[in-house]
């Protein structure tokens, strides 16, 4: 697994932004390269060239930048959307939940109690309990209740 210091570390934002680094770092090395190629190491030349490799590299920094905001505002998009169906599945488990509380006899809901301050796990259901008219309730509403919330 690779560590926090890494300079990729797998996680899908950070891998774009890694890949985004390596073009970033080639697009300029490039860019560099061609303009060290046009570099006369003749005096009067040089003023020039410093400002015109300057202006490049201020050109490639605006281009990754607006490339990282651009990965930025997508990966908002994406987590916006992971926290809008995350609050809708809570919403449909609270209310499943309430329901199952309503339905549960007192019987049923100290097993439970018990269970949890405990923290064994819950029993399976016996031959006995399984027909009771208690545990078709629990269930026929359940079915019924997920179907006008989606």
Do not use: W
Request: aromatic share 4%; glycine share 4%; charged share 15%.
């Amino acid at each position: 697994m690779n560590s926090v210091n890494s300079p990729c570390y797998s996680v899908a934002m950070d891998l774009g932004v890694c890949q985004l680094r390596n073009f970033s770092i080639s697009f300029l090395s490039s860019l560099l390269s061609a303009e060290s190629s046009h570099v006369q190491p003749d005096k009067s030349s040089s003023g020039a060239s410093v400002v015109a490799i300057d202006n490049k590299i201020e050109q490639a920094m605006d281009l990754v930048k607006s490339h990282l905001m651009y990965a930025v505002r997508e990966e908002v998009e994406v987590l916006k959307e992971q926290i809008k169906e995350l609050l809708e599945r809570n919403s449909q488990l609270e209310q499943e939940n309430t329901l199952l509380k309503t339905l549960a006899s007192p019987e049923q809901m100290a097993q439970f109690q018990a269970q949890v301050q405990t923290g064994s796990p819950p029993a399976a259901p016996t031959a006995a309990s399984a027909g009771t008219p208690n545990t078709a309730t629990l269930t026929q509403p359940a079915s019924h209740s997920s179907g006008p919330s989606a």
